[in-house]
Structure formats: structure tokens, C-alpha cells
């Protein structure tokens, strides 16, 4: 009864990955159909690197995904120990996620136009900034709490704070 939450998180991980892989499919055959049988006649190599770096996203993302929600067991007796991550966590999940249906977004919409490749560009864009907000920022940019001047009513406020923090504190108890 213990692992009921294993086995139901590898059931929902096994049709939420089949889901993906049929939205994989769907996206490519659609692609192969219109792009390159309805509307051969604007093909150019271009296309065919265009499918190729799809293709390549789709696989990177589906594969990392894969190893994610992959359940583990126990190597003595076989059973069932863990059902894999959890796919409706936020954080790296998520953002694999949002890769994977951007892909999806950008494949078939520059059925319609090429301009639609340039959609890809939000990636790198969203990847930069989560790079400065966390990373760049706070150790490069922002000062240190010591280096910024105070004025003259900010460092009295300051000393007395620190003086009512070091005081001795009395519990009162009752008699």
C-alpha cells in the first residue's frame, strides 16, 4: 500500500510522455505534409535545416524528459521504489516543457511564414535573462550593504537598533 504514489506518478509519467511523443509526431507529419508535399514548390535547403534543428530540439528535450520520468527500482527485489519526477513541478521541468511546445509552435506555424523561426530567438532571450536576474546581477552589479553611504538620521536609526538588539532580554515569570 505504501507505493500506491509510485505506481500512480509512473502511470501519469508513462501517458504524459506518450502524450509528448504523440505531439512529436503530429507536428512532424503535419510539417512533412504541407511544408514539403502541399507546398513543395517554396522548398529550399533552408527547410530542410529548419526540420533538422527541430528535430534535433524535439529529441534533446523529449530524451532529457525521458530520463526524468523515468521510475527507478529496486535492484535486490525488483519492485517498484520510486515513480519518477513529478512532470507538473515547476523549475527545469517546466522549462523543457515550454522548449518542447515552443518547438511545436515554431514548426508548424512557418508552414505559414518563414518569419515564424524568428519565435525561436525567445528562448535564448528568456535563457539571458534568467542568467542576469540570478546570477549576473546579484554578484556583479548590486553593492554591497556596507559600501553604501548613510546619511546622518539612517545611521543614528542603525546604532540604536543594534543597541535595543543587544540588550539583555528578561522573561517575566509569574509568582
Known amino acids: 500500500m505504501a507505493k500506491q504514489g509510485a505506481k500512480k506518478r509512473k502511470e501519469e509519467n508513462e501517458k504524459h510522455m506518450r502524450m ?3 505531439l512529436i509526431l503530429i507536428c512532424n507529419a503535419i510539417y512533412v505534409v ?3 508535399g502541399v507546398r513543395y514548390r517554396s522548398v529550399s535547403w533552408k527547410h530542410g535545416l529548419g526540420l533538422s534543428v527541430t528535430s ?10 525521458a530520463a526524468m520520468a523515468k521510475p527507478s527500482y529496486d535492484t535486490i527485489t525488483g519492485e517498484l521504489t520510486d515513480g519518477g519526477f513529478d512532470m507538473n513541478t ?12 515552443i ?4 514548426q508548424i506555424a512557418s508552414i505559414l511564414s518563414d518569419k515564424f523561426w524568428f519565435t525561436y530567438l525567445v528562448i535564448p532571450i528568456f535563457a539571458f535573462y534568467k ?9 556583479f552589479l548590486q553593492r554591497a550593504k556596507d559600501d553604501v553611504p548613510m546619511d546622518e538620521k539612517e ?21
Not at 103 to 106: H, I, L, P, Q
Not at 155 to 175: S, V
Request: proline residues 3%; charged residues 30%; glycine residues 4%.
Open 103 to 106: 518547438t511545436a509552435f515554431v
Open 131 to 139: 542568467l542576469w536576474e540570478l546570477l549576473l546581477y546579484p554578484f
Open 155 to 175: 545611521r543614528k536609526k542603525m546604532e540604536k537598533m543594534e543597541r535595543k538588539a543587544n540588550r539583555p532580554k528578561f522573561a517575566r515569570t509569574r509568582r
Open 56 to 65: 534535433a530540439a524535439y529529441k534533446l528535450v523529449y530524451d532529457q524528459l
Open 90 to 101: 515547476g523549475g527545469l521541468c517546466s522549462y523543457l516543457h515550454d522548449i518542447l511546445y
Open 20 to 22: 509528448l511523443w504523440n
Open 34 to 36: 504541407l511544408r514539403l
